[in-house]
């Protein structure tokens, strides 16, 4: 695809590597791979809420499948490509998909990370210009060694921030033992791109929820753990601690942008928080915070909700993306346009009507200038 004044740059688009396949082959507990009699594809089951359907099935060859198929859009580059090409992208900042290392142990940790940020270095080298990637890191392991990750992803040329999930060191996002790690990907030069994966807790979703499908944790879970995760990191003041993180956050930030008033709302009216200071007159509101430190994907597949993101942060802090591999189409080819993709571009194009500037900002240009997406 020719290069274009007005590229299109998908900054949420993942893969798992072959080796990181191999490694969800030999396990027995989630995140896995696994082959059911009753699939030609093999399948990969990676959250909690998919654990009830894997064990029922692992009992009964008739029963539902668990999970997703592993379709070879998840580990092929040339499938990566060609979606590219399919879809209308020009580039590509892809990233490791949930849940990263989060499941290794610490001692093996550091290793797995190195070789497959390397596999992803060496995808990008591949396809100069139309791929950069996101690194992931090994968060099991010590801080002394997850800050030597960090130092090292930052020397990849084509490494431009760190995907990290919600569950930080162990103790979510607000826990002070991660501000030397956030300290290091700012002196890194990298931005933090957050993605959930854990969700809510099953029960929420009720005794009924196998018969809805996945539909409840991606569709809410997610989001509210973004949302859950971002707001703890404000009430714990990492923002201001670390004044030059930036942030960008999957799913146009969960519910923030809608929910950030509400939040202001229950910190200028908490007794507690006011009497004993810890909601100073003159403290960094969250709405500051989104405008200053916090950018959004625009995978949020409607209008709606990208006008409440554009509200919040300002269309030069929104990115287009896709969310590639997941969500393929379930009727029509994998190999044609995903509707999934189609239908954030629309959004795009609804919420601010296209051929205006803040489309082409949407859509790629907001990504350049942020990420430094420059193919030498
Ligand atoms: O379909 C899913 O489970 C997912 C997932 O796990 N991660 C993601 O980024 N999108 C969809």
Same mark, same amino acid.
């Given at each position: 695809?020719?290069?274009?004044?007005?590229?299109?740059?998908?900054?949420?688009?993942?893969?798992?590597? +072959?080796?990181?396949?191999?490694?969800?082959?030999?396990?027995?507990?989630?995140?896995?791979?696994?082959?059911?009699?009753?699939?030609?594809? +093999?399948?990969?089951?990676?959250?909690?809420?998919?654990?009830?359907?894997?064990?029922?099935?692992?009992? %009964?060859?008739?029963?539902?499948?668990?999970?997703?198929?592993?379709?070879?859009?998840? $580990?092929?580059?040339?499938?990566?490509?060609?979606?590219?090409?399919?879809?209308?992208?020009? #580039?590509?900042?892809?990233?490791?998909?949930?849940?990263?290392?989060? &499941?290794?142990?610490?001692? !093996?940790?550091?290793?797995?990370?190195?070789?497959?940020?390397?596999?992803?270095?060496?995808?990008?080298?591949?396809?100069? /210009?139309?791929?950069?990637?996101?690194? $992931?890191?090994?968060?099991?392991?010590?801080?002394?060694?997850?800050?030597?990750?960090?130092?090292?992803? =930052?020397?990849?040329?084509?490494?431009?921030?760190?995907?990290?999930?919600?569950?930080?060191?162990?103790? =979510?996002?607000?826990?002070?033992?991660?501000?030397?790690?956030?300290?290091?990907? #700012?002196?890194?030069?990298?931005?933090?791109?957050?993605?959930?994966?854990?969700?809510?807790?099953?029960?929420?979703? /009720?005794?009924?929820?196998?018969?809805?499908?996945?539909? *409840?944790?991606?569709?809410?879970?997610?989001?509210?753990?973004?949302?859950?995760?971002?707001?703890?990191?404000?009430?714990?003041?990492?923002?201001?601690? @670390?004044?030059?993180?930036?942030?960008?956050?999957?799913?146009?930030?969960?519910?923030?942008?809608?929910?950030? =008033?509400?939040?202001?709302?229950?910190?200028?009216?908490?007794?507690?928080?006011?009497?004993? =200071?810890?909601?100073?007159?003159?403290?960094?509101?969250?709405?500051?915070?989104?405008?200053?430190?916090?950018?959004?994907?625009?995978?949020?597949?409607?209008?709606?909700?990208?006008? $409440?993101?554009?509200?919040?942060?300002?269309?030069?802090?929104?990115? &287009?993306?896709? %969310?590639?591999?997941?969500?393929?189409?379930?009727?029509?080819?994998?190999?044609?346009?995903?509707?999934?993709?189609?239908?954030?571009?629309?959004?795009?194009?609804?919420? #601010?009507?296209?051929?205006?500037?803040?489309?082409?900002?949407?859509? /790629? *240009?907001?990504? @350049?200038?942020?990420?430094?997406?420059?193919? !030498?």
């Amino acid at each position: 695809m020719a290069a274009s004044l007005n590229p299109v740059v998908d900054i949420h688009t993942h893969m798992y590597p +072959p080796s990181y396949i191999s490694m969800l082959e030999k396990r027995s507990t989630i995140p896995l791979v696994r082959k059911f009699p009753q699939a030609d594809e +093999p399948r990969l089951i990676l959250l909690s809420s998919e654990l009830e359907s894997l064990d029922a099935a692992l009992k %009964d060859p008739t029963a539902k499948l668990p999970g997703r198929p592993l379709s070879t859009h998840f $580990a092929s580059l040339t499938q990566k490509i060609d979606f590219m090409d399919t879809n209308g992208i020009n #580039v590509s900042v892809i990233s490791l998909a949930n849940p990263w290392f989060d &499941f290794l142990d610490p001692s !093996e940790a550091a290793g797995i990370a190195d070789s497959v940020n390397k596999e992803f270095s060496d995808m990008c080298a591949e396809h100069v /210009g139309r791929l950069f990637f996101f690194a $992931a890191l090994p968060l099991s392991a010590p801080v002394d060694t997850i800050k030597a990750s960090i130092d090292h992803v =930052g020397k990849l040329k084509y490494c431009r921030g760190i995907i990290l999930g919600t569950s930080g060191l162990g103790k =979510g996002l607000d826990d002070p033992n991660l501000l030397p790690v956030f300290k290091a990907i #700012v002196d890194a030069n990298l931005l933090v791109f957050l993605h959930p994966h854990y969700g809510l807790p099953n029960e929420v979703y /009720g005794p009924r929820s196998e018969e809805y499908g996945h539909v *409840l944790p991606l569709a809410l879970g997610f989001p509210m753990e973004t949302t859950i995760a971002v707001a703890r990191m404000y009430m714990a003041g990492v923002f201001d601690q @670390v004044r030059n993180l930036q942030m960008l956050l999957a799913h146009s930030g969960g519910t923030l942008p809608f929910l950030a =008033g509400r939040i202001e709302s229950c910190i200028v009216h908490d007794g507690y928080l006011v009497k004993s =200071g810890k909601a100073p007159k003159d403290r960094r509101t969250i709405w500051t915070v989104l405008k200053e430190q916090i950018y959004l994907d625009a995978v949020i597949y409607s209008e709606v909700g990208l006008q $409440a993101a554009i509200a919040s942060s300002g269309a030069d802090r929104l990115m &287009f993306g896709t %969310d590639h591999p997941f969500f393929p189409p379930i009727e029509e080819d994998v190999q044609g346009p995903w509707d999934s993709s189609r239908l954030n571009a629309q959004a795009v194009s609804k919420a #601010v009507e296209e051929g205006f500037s803040d489309a082409a900002a949407i859509m /790629g *240009l907001n990504a @350049v200038r942020v990420l430094n997406l420059k193919a !030498e």
